[in-house]
């Protein structure tokens, strides 16, 4: 089991809202769940409205000069994180399917994604 | 109640700082312990000691220093985006080979592991931001 601060194992969410460039917000909450994943928690990630944009395939960043960090999304696995929710509503009015991201996802409704956010204990929302 | 706190964006531009420094002052005075305040993203800017706002507003960085010592919190600015933004301690400036340090009394410059050790640790993390 896992070995957080005295063997304690929390649920924890980070909510991604916001575009992968643009802020920094997207860069800094993967860092803050790569950092994290020493410690073992049970972790899930939400992608909500441009947060959605964050899995997108494709990502060509040579324009902006930043480092296009798409690719750490797929290295999830390798940190058993594996849970990755997308809101459905926020795919489809982008006009995104699961065939556009770059890993594997649930795709889930408003009603499914409060109920599982209401399961967590802790949200880490950036 | 043990409460964490999550402030990610700096002083002024936002109201985030204002608000968790509102809230915290009055779960302590509730009697409530906070386990640690720890500052992300901009939020790291709450740590400068070299803000001089004008004197007829209220000095951001002071009320948090002045409440760390007040309460003896903890206050964390994480060290990877500290040193993005600029906000230096003593032996960050050195090892970055900086002529100066920045960081205002009462903050400490640590890693993301602190900030996932307050999830753990508290029964309830509280975040603040834009």
Request: glycine share 8%; hydrophobic share 40%; aromatic share 8%.
């Amino acid at each position: 089991m896992g070995e957080g601060a005295s063997g304690v194992v929390k649920k924890f969410m980070y909510v991604n809202r916001k575009a992968p460039y643009g802020t920094i917000y997207a860069l800094e909450s993967l860092e803050v769940v790569l950092i994290g994943a020493a410690f073992e928690q049970d972790v899930s990630l939400a992608f909500i409205d441009d947060g959605v944009y964050q899995l997108a395939k494709g990502q060509d960043t040579k324009g902006l000069g930043v480092k296009n960090f798409s690719p750490t999304f797929r290295a999830l696995e390798d940190y058993d994180v594996t849970k990755l929710y997308v809101a459905r509503a926020s795919l489809e009015d982008r006009g995104l399917t699961t065939e556009d991201l770059v890993v594997p996802v649930q795709v889930v409704d408003e009603q499914e994604m409060a109920e599982i956010m209401d399961g967590q204990d802790v949200i880490l929302s950036f | 109640m043990k409460l964490g706190i999550l402030v990610n964006e700096g002083p002024y531009t936002h109201q985030a700082s204002d608000t968790a420094y509102q809230f915290v002052k009055a779960a302590l005075e509730k009697g409530h312990e906070i386990f640690r305040v720890f500052f992300y993203h901009d939020g790291v800017n709450n740590g400068t000691r070299l803000t001089a706002p004008p004197q007829d507003d209220r000095n951001m960085v002071r009320c948090w220093s002045e409440l760390a010592e007040k309460y003896k919190l903890d206050l964390v600015v994480c060290v990877a985006a500290a040193q993005r933004r600029g906000l230096l301690d003593a032996n960050e400036a050195k090892r970055h080979g900086k002529n100066t340090d920045n960081i205002a009394p009462g903050f400490r410059i640590s890693g993301l592991g602190q900030l996932i050790e307050t999830g753990i640790q508290a029964d309830r993390l509280v975040v603040f931001g834009d």
